[in-house]
């Protein structure tokens, strides 16, 4: 019985440490050739800027826009007046 139990815990031991040296990985690699010529660097121009039209266009030089206002319960619109 003795011999049996010591068996059985060997085999037993044997598994479990046969799993974990499996695991185990070591991978070492020589590559000889030709080297590989690398990709070409290409530069992106810069972006082009326009600047946006104007929010108006006053009807003539000298004009000025005068914004709309409230004045009790009446509003009284924008208007262009000259300077």
């Known amino acids: 019985m003795q011999n049996r139990l010591t068996m059985l815990l060997l085999a037993s ?5 046969s799993g974990t040296a499996a695991a185990d990985h070591v991978n070492v ?17 810069a972006p082009a800027y326009y600047p946006p039209p104007p929010g108006y266009y006053a009807p003539g030089p000298g004009y000025v826009w005068v914004s709309g206002f409230w004045r009790g319960h009446h509003f ?3 208007h262009w007046r000259h300077r």
């Open 76 to 78: 009284h619109r924008g």
């Open 29 to 45: 690699g020589i590559g000889i050739g030709v080297p590989v010529a690398p990709a070409p660097v290409v530069v992106a121009p």
């Open 13 to 17: 031991m044997l598994a479990i440490l």
